[in-house]
């Protein structure tokens, strides 16, 4: 077990690390902004008292290796600092700079937390369906099944994500009012509400998702049933059934668990563009809001959200693919 | 004929490519007798693993049974249900594939695998089928039997693997085995060990098999009777003396011929001649691992000396060392006297020249999108500055000395030749550089035997012709006999033995070239047993020492 | 109570199943129905209850009171679309077969119904794209007089024959925004794609080529620009990038089709080199390189020549991906900006009709004539990229 230990240990310092540069980047593109933001907050007819004042509020003075570190020590802590919307909004107010501030995290936190909704719900859909989809086009391969599957997941996987959720609207929304198009979702919703409007969206993801993670289940398979021991297997009079079980599975479950894991990670990407067309109130359409108006903070904290979302999947994907190699679990 | 276990009956197979159905097996008949071991023997696509699978009425994906029948014990496999086959797989036929590596399942146990098929079949119960299976590994002579089956596939050696897929064949106690070229991948010492064991259990349970392989030397160890194939129809059948010793066809003589193949001895060396490539010294190593240590030979004009050893033993990297590719940390080579720069990027054009390589696979030597005219031609070129007509002539008569015509093969692709006429183009573009020396790295051993003679035989006329010097690296002892003037022999990146091949072959001998030597199976079949008579006698002996001490 | 329809039609279908293999093996008592498992008896049922429904759903569209008929008519669309375009891929194909070289026409042998149409739709895109001025009736951001045409032509829809698929809220006629659609839309994808590989395919094959730091440095560089979400990077830039452009749109535009480039270039890198890896351990370069010959030769004249077709089809899949990352951009209203027509915007603009499509359903297509002139171009592509990949494989599994 030493091994597998050490080479985990590997693989999480080696994403904690790629993290810490990831953010380095994030800082210095957003640095390389023109100007600086209190004058484009303010506009060009501010007072330079007013300037140096929101350049203190927001920490503008300090050199930018200070302010990288200030930055990654809040985001670590979960403290994202300032929205400057509302930090614009604070200034046309005139109320004192400071208190009128709302936190990044305060706006990201409930959103997070629906995005979370979202995405589970897309996956726990997803998952078995691609699964078993996967298997059977496997099994049955070069049939007609298979190639209607096949057309069909390439299809869903060319067509842009909004193309996809407008046909679902159109079905599902508006020739059968069965489902609401809007997912306006807000606190204190019961389940079954929520579910319901988020039902649309998480079906669009899970077209999206289910298509890839099907087509990579597919090729797994294949590859593995290609491989002799599965041959010795059916030559040693096996049932097709314990062939699949006994010997076919437990080497299938590397390159399963990483099929999911990568497409969860293309979920996280995913979410953006489906939570703007059905209005979801999740993080990725705060991250465009903000890339639109520009509140860099927001759109900072986003970014290294994602990021770290997808980092985090990555490195799950790998460390279990470690952990289910029985060369790597049993050394010589 | 109530003996009669297998019969199969103008049976013919055939295999897609391309939306068409080409025929693999073409009416193939085979009897085989309770208790009898038959070997098939065949060049690749004779279809030998074909008509192996076909027995246990098996077919790969994309092959199809279209004719003829195959008759288990009164039962017609071709027909039967899956449900019926079933039954008979693993428990009555078993099989033993090619590589034991792949064939056993990583995620599981070797004594799991083992005791599936006793208990999916009802034959044993679980822990029968274990006290069974330490039996059949002590009987298999596997070191630690009552340990070995705990471990994991990968925590057991080649050898050791193919002889516990034995062992599970042997699970249910079949009528029939079906050995696949089981000992091909394994190293000649090694191969021993597993052929004894394989022979002695089929011979205590009195199993039949069907013992398949390429290599005629170890079927006539196994097999009382041989079959052998070409491109999927039989060419003859007898038992194995007769077979060996009158083959009735011309394609099996000229199979058997191939053994006997040796080059004439020549002069003893001058000493005062310079050697056209001497290494004296080297020491190299991949990173912080040390390949090769202290490693000194001469090569002499107009002579062979074969590098032998097992893999792993260092003989590519001496030639890697050789060609600058790898820089070696001590020692030097030097080429008609003059000191050669270690790393071939400092080497002039001229002593690059001088220096060509012949690879093991013709495939991946030769850039797959480049012409016959552009592979030779471009050396040419570039070391000779010919172009135009001048080149193009020089190209003709190349392929003239390969025995190729240049009117057809001139403006081929690599993909649209067959293996031996690949290794000839190599042959071509090492000659292009007008070089003294040529590296033949194992250029043989991916040939079938009457290509690779044929390949061996344009080497030696080449070399008369041109007075080229080989270093010709190899694992197989034959070659070394039928084209080597000297031998170096290799083990663990030292040289454990050199000399001229008159002495070589002759006792005595460092051990490990000894065992070697008596590892490299003959033609005749009392051959194992009278080795693993000797050998028995010397482990007598060494157990007695032992007590003594 | 879905769930017991569900439950009931699955029973259903599976006792048909086996009714069915019950009966084969009675009545004809071939193998194939004795091997066969229960489970593919069902499927063949689902599929005839499946192709059934679909029928069913035809009919309704076509001959269905008035009333009830417009909810069909989008999947009479789709049934029609689908046969007139499987129609088009064959007769393209035969086209194939019969005329050109020796050469092509082997090719167009080989090739499946799916590749075919793929080809066709990427030559008609092409063709569109070119001549789009020529093709286009008015031009793309030309306001005409009336608004909110609706598409078929039909005055009595609300309908215009002058604008044959409608005006959209502020009067441009959609044919031509969407003719026009495809020079912009198409156009840049394609010249940022062209771009990611110029840049990642060059240092692809130096880092194979040369190995040592320079492979190192490059590829620790690409794994970091690579843990970044490639979309969320690029509305991050683009958030950035909008700063830089200030009201000038086209800068806004030009900067896009350099983020993107270099984002999508991190994959290229990743595929050549690893392409060039795979031929740099190949003996003929060793044999090259023993030989003495230069950098420039080993590039040119051993690699490249082998690499294309792993190239070719990664070229295929860029595009789609670059595509469609355009797209969303666009659709977000951070790509492509106005006056230029782009689908993805296009789309944006439009997707309010679609509340329509229960009554008016003419009125309703344009958001998805916008959208699926983009899904229709990325399946045609991968369409072709599946068949190169498989053929190039050399599997026949």
């Given at each position: 077990?030493?091994?597998?230990?050490?080479?985990?240990?590997?693989?999480?310092?080696?994403?904690?690390?790629?993290?810490?540069?990831?953010?380095?980047?994030?800082?210095?593109?957003?640095?390389?902004?023109?100007?600086?933001?209190?004058?484009?907050?303010?506009?060009?007819?501010?007072?330079?008292?007013?300037?140096?004042?929101?350049?203190?509020?927001?920490?503008?003075?300090?050199?930018?290796?200070?302010?990288?570190?200030?930055?990654?020590?809040?985001?670590?802590?979960?403290?994202?600092?300032?929205?400057?919307?509302?930090?614009?909004?604070?200034?046309?107010?005139?109320?004192?700079?400071?208190?009128?501030?709302?936190?990044?995290?305060?706006?990201?936190?409930?959103?997070?937390?629906?995005?979370?909704?979202?995405?589970?719900?897309?996956?726990?859909?997803?998952?078995?369906?691609?699964?078993?989809?996967?298997?059977?086009?496997?099994?049955?391969?070069?049939?007609?099944?298979?190639?209607?599957?096949?057309?069909?997941?390439?299809?869903?996987?060319?067509?842009?994500?909004?193309?996809?959720?407008?046909?679902?609207?159109?079905?599902?929304?508006?020739?059968?009012?069965?489902?609401?198009?809007?997912?306006?979702?807000?606190?204190?919703?019961?389940?079954?509400?929520?579910?319901?409007?988020?039902?649309?969206?998480?079906?669009?993801?899970?077209?999206?998702?289910?298509?890839?993670?099907?087509?990579?289940?597919?090729?797994?398979?294949?590859?593995?049933?290609?491989?002799?021991?599965?041959?010795?297997?059916?030559?040693?009079?096996?049932?097709?059934?314990?062939?699949?079980?006994?010997?076919?599975?437990?080497?299938?479950?590397?390159?399963?668990?990483?099929?999911?894991?990568?497409?969860?990670?293309?979920?996280?990407?995913?979410?953006?563009?489906?939570?703007?067309?059905?209005?979801?109130?999740?993080?990725g359409q705060l991250f465009v809001d903000s890339v639109k108006i520009r509140d860099i903070p927001v759109v900072q904290a986003c970014c290294l959200i994602f990021a770290a979302a997808y980092i985090l999947l990555n490195l799950t994907a790998d460390i279990l693919s470690i952990l289910s190699n029985p060369r790597l679990r049993h050394p010589r | 004929m109530s003996d009669a276990l297998l019969t199969i009956r103008d049976l013919r197979i055939e295999g897609r490519s391309d939306e068409t159905w080409m025929p693999i097996i073409k009416g193939v008949n085979l009897d085989l007798r309770r208790g009898e071991v038959l070997g098939l023997i065949g060049e690749s696509g004779a279809g030998k693993s074909t008509l192996g699978l076909a027995a246990m009425g098996y077919t790969r994906d994309g092959v199809r049974i279209?004719?003829?029948?195959?008759?288990?014990?009164?039962?017609?496999?071709?027909?039967?249900?899956?449900?019926?086959?079933?039954?008979?797989?693993?428990?009555?036929?078993?099989?033993?594939?090619?590589?034991?590596?792949?064939?056993?399942?990583?995620?599981?146990?070797?004594?799991?695998?083992?005791?599936?098929?006793?208990?999916?079949h009802d034959v044993m119960r679980r822990d029968e089928s274990e006290l069974d299976a330490v039996e059949l590994y002590r009987r298999l002579r596997l070191p630690t039997p009552d340990e070995i089956g705990f471990r994991y596939p990968h925590q057991v050696s080649g050898g050791q693997l193919q002889r516990a897929m034995t062992a599970m064949a042997m699970s249910c106690r079949p009528d029939l085995i079906i050995f696949d070229e089981p000992t091909t991948a394994l190293d000649v010492t090694t191969q021993i060990e597993v052929l004894s064991a394989i022979r002695d259990i089929v011979e205590q349970f009195n199993t039949a098999a069907i013992y398949i392989t390429h290599d005629l030397a170890v079927v006539a160890q196994m097999a009382d009777r041989i079959k052998v194939l070409l491109r999927g129809e039989e060419v003859e059948e007898a038992d194995t003396r007769t077979m060996l010793d009158t083959p009735k066809e011309d394609y099996t003589r000229s199979l058997w011929a191939v053994r006997a193949y040796e080059r004439p001895a020549k002069p003893a060396i001058l000493k005062k001649d310079t050697p056209v490539i001497s290494v004296s010294g080297i020491t190299a190593s991949y990173g912080t691992t040390k390949v090769l240590e202290d490693v000194s030979f001469d090569i002499h004009e107009g002579r062979t000396v074969a590098v032998v050893g097992e893999s792993g033993s260092g003989k590519s990297t001496a030639a890697r060392c050789i060609t600058g590719l790898l820089p070696p940390i001590l020692g030097e080579i030097k080429f008609r006297g003059e000191v050669l720069p270690p790393n071939y990027?400092?080497?002039?054009?001229?002593?690059?020249?001088?220096?060509?390589?012949?690879?093991?696979?013709?495939?991946?030597?030769?850039?797959?999108?480049?012409?016959?005219?552009?592979?030779?031609?471009?050396?040419?070129?570039?070391?000779?500055?010919?172009?135009?007509?001048?080149?193009?002539?020089?190209?003709?008569?190349?392929?003239?000395?390969?025995?190729?015509?240049?009117?057809?093969?001139?403006?081929?692709?690599?993909?649209?030749?067959?293996?031996?006429?690949?290794?000839?183009?190599?042959?071509?573009?090492?000659?292009?550089?007008?070089?003294?020396?040529?590296?033949?790295?194992?250029?043989?051993?991916?040939?079938?035997?009457?290509?690779?003679?044929?390949?061996?035989?344009?080497?030696?006329?080449?070399?008369?012709?041109?007075?080229?010097?080989?270093?010709?690296?190899?694992?197989?002892?034959?070659?070394?006999?039928?084209?080597?003037?000297?031998?170096?022999?290799?083990?663990?990146?030292?040289?454990?033995?050199?000399?001229?091949?008159?002495?070589?072959?002759?006792?005595?001998?460092?051990?490990?070239?000894?065992?070697?030597?008596?590892?490299?199976?003959?033609?005749?079949?009392?051959?194992?047993?009278?080795?693993?008579?000797?050998?028995?006698?010397?482990?007598?002996?060494?157990?007695?020492?032992?007590?003594?001490? | 109570m879905i769930l017991a329809y569900l439950l009931i039609g699955f029973l259903g279908l599976l006792f048909l199943g086996w009714a069915l293999r019950a009966a084969g093996r009675g009545l004809i008592g071939s193998p194939y129905f004795r091997d066969m498992g229960l489970s593919v008896a069902f499927g063949y049922m689902l599929a005839v209850a499946l192709v059934a429904l679909l029928a069913w759903g035809y009919w309704l569209s076509r001959f269905a009171p008035p009333e009830i008929a417009p909810r069909y008519f989008f999947l009479r669309?789709?049934?029609?679309?689908?046969?007139?375009?499987?129609?088009?891929?064959?007769?393209?194909?035969?086209?194939?077969?019969?005329?050109?070289?020796?050469?092509?026409?082997?090719?167009?042998?080989?090739?499946?119904?799916?590749?075919?149409?793929?080809?066709?739709?990427?030559?008609?895109?092409?063709?569109?794209?070119?001549?789009?001025?020529?093709?286009?009736?008015?031009?793309?951001?030309?306001?005409?007089?009336?608004?909110?045409?609706?598409?078929?032509?039909?005055?009595?829809?609300?309908?215009?024959?002058?604008?044959?698929?409608?005006?959209?809220?502020?009067?441009?006629?959609?044919?031509?925004?969407?003719?026009?659609?495809?020079?912009?839309?198409?156009?840049?994808?394609?010249?940022?794609?062209?771009?990611?590989?110029?840049?990642?395919?060059?240092?692809?094959?130096?880092?194979?080529v040369l190995g040592g730091w320079l492979d190192q440095l490059l590829s620790r560089f690409v794994d970091v620009l690579m843990a970044i979400p490639s979309l969320i990077f690029a509305l991050l830039l683009m958030a950035i990038a909008s700063a830089w452009a200030g009201s000038e749109r086209w800068l806004l535009t030009l900067y896009m089709v350099v983020i993107i480039a270099v984002i999508d270039s991190t994959r290229v890198y990743r595929l050549s080199r690893a392409v060039g890896q795979n031929i740099v351990v190949m003996d003929y370069i060793e044999a090259a390189k023993l030989r003495g010959e230069g950098l420039g030769y080993l590039i040119f004249k051993e690699i490249l020549p082998n690499a294309y077709a792993p190239l070719l089809a990664e070229f295929g899949l860029r595009f789609c991906f670059v595509f469609l990352t355009i797209a969303a951009l666009s659709f977000l209203g951070v790509g492509i900006q106005p006056p230029l027509a782009d689908w993805g915007t296009m789309v944006r603009d439009l997707a309010a009709f679609i509340n329509y499509a229960a009554f008016a359903p003419q009125a309703a297509s344009p958001p998805l004539l916008a959208a699926g002139a983009i899904a229709l171009l990325t399946v045609a592509v991968n369409f072709v990229v599946d068949w190169m990949l498989y053929s190039s494989s050399g599997l026949k599994e």
């Open positions: 077990m030493g091994t597998v230990a050490k080479i985990i240990a590997q693989r999480l310092g080696l994403g904690i690390l790629t993290l810490f540069i990831v953010s380095i980047v994030i800082f210095t593109a957003v640095n390389m902004l023109p100007g600086d933001f209190a004058e484009s907050i303010l506009g060009q007819g501010a007072t330079p008292e007013a300037v140096a004042a929101i350049r203190r509020d927001l920490g503008l003075d300090q050199s930018p290796v200070s302010r990288y570190f200030d930055w990654l020590g809040g985001a670590v802590r979960g403290d994202f600092g300032s929205s400057f919307a509302q930090a614009n909004f604070a200034s046309f107010t005139g109320s004192d700079s400071g208190s009128g501030l709302t936190s990044v995290a305060q706006q990201i936190a409930p959103r997070f937390a629906n995005t979370m909704f979202l995405a589970s719900v897309a996956a726990i859909i997803a998952v078995p369906l691609s699964l078993t989809l996967g298997v059977l086009a496997a099994l049955f391969r070069n049939s007609v099944f298979d190639r209607v599957v096949n057309i069909a997941t390439l299809s869903s996987i060319s067509s842009p994500e909004f193309f996809l959720a407008y046909v679902l609207i159109l079905v599902f929304a508006v020739l059968n009012p069965w489902l609401p198009s809007l997912s306006n979702i807000y606190e204190g919703m019961s389940f079954p509400e929520r579910l319901e409007k988020t039902l649309l969206p998480a079906l669009t993801l899970t077209l999206v998702v289910t298509a890839h993670m099907m087509r990579m289940t597919r090729a797994a398979i294949i590859n593995l049933l290609a491989s002799p021991y599965i041959e010795m297997a059916r030559l040693k009079g096996l049932s097709p059934m314990r062939v699949i079980l006994r010997h076919a599975l437990p080497n299938a479950l590397a390159p399963i668990v990483n099929v999911v894991a990568l497409n969860l990670a293309y979920l996280i990407t995913g979410v953006v563009v489906v939570e703007v067309v059905f209005v979801y109130p999740g993080i | 279209s004719g003829g029948s195959v008759t288990f014990d009164g039962i017609d496999l071709v027909n039967a249900s899956a449900d019926d086959k079933r039954n008979l797989l693993g428990k009555r036929i078993a099989y033993v594939a090619q590589s034991a590596a792949a064939s056993f399942n990583p995620a599981h146990k070797i004594i799991d695998q083992h005791t599936e098929g006793p208990v999916q990027r400092k080497r002039t054009r001229s002593q690059l020249r001088e220096i060509q390589m012949i690879y093991q696979i013709a495939d991946t030597a030769l850039n797959p999108r480049k012409t016959v005219g552009d592979i030779i031609g471009r050396p040419i070129q570039f070391y000779g500055g010919l172009r135009g007509r001048a080149k193009r002539k020089r190209v003709e008569e190349l392929l003239d000395q390969i025995e190729m015509p240049a009117s057809e093969y001139f403006d081929r692709l690599p993909s649209e030749l067959s293996g031996g006429q690949k290794q000839r183009i190599g042959i071509a573009r090492a000659l292009a550089a007008e070089p003294s020396f040529i590296i033949c790295d194992e250029v043989t051993s991916a040939l079938d035997q009457l290509v690779a003679e044929g390949i061996l035989r344009l080497l030696a006329r080449l070399q008369d012709e041109l007075s080229l010097s080989y270093m010709f690296i190899t694992h197989d002892l034959a070659t070394v006999r039928a084209i080597a003037d000297e031998v170096v022999v290799m083990k663990n990146g030292r040289v454990v033995e050199q000399g001229a091949k008159s002495e070589m072959f002759r006792p005595p001998h460092h051990p490990y070239t000894d065992l070697l030597l008596a590892s490299v199976p003959e033609m005749d079949p009392d051959w194992l047993s009278k080795l693993l008579e000797e050998r028995g006698r010397e482990d007598i002996g060494d157990a007695g020492m032992e007590k003594m001490d | 669309i789709a049934i029609e679309g689908l046969v007139l375009f499987a129609l088009a891929g064959w007769l393209f194909r035969a086209l194939g077969r019969t005329l050109g070289t020796a050469g092509s026409r082997k090719v167009f042998r080989a090739m499946p119904v799916t590749a075919a149409f793929g080809i066709l739709v990427i030559l008609l895109y092409a063709i569109v794209a070119i001549f789009a001025p020529l093709l286009a009736p008015y031009g793309q951001d030309q306001v005409l007089a009336t608004a909110n045409v609706v598409p078929g032509g039909d005055p009595a829809l609300g309908g215009n024959p002058d604008f044959p698929l409608g005006t959209d809220q502020i009067g441009r006629d959609i044919l031509s925004r969407l003719i026009f659609g495809a020079q912009n839309t198409v156009g840049f994808a394609f010249v940022t794609t062209c771009l990611a590989f110029l840049l990642g395919g060059t240092l692809g094959f130096l880092a194979a």
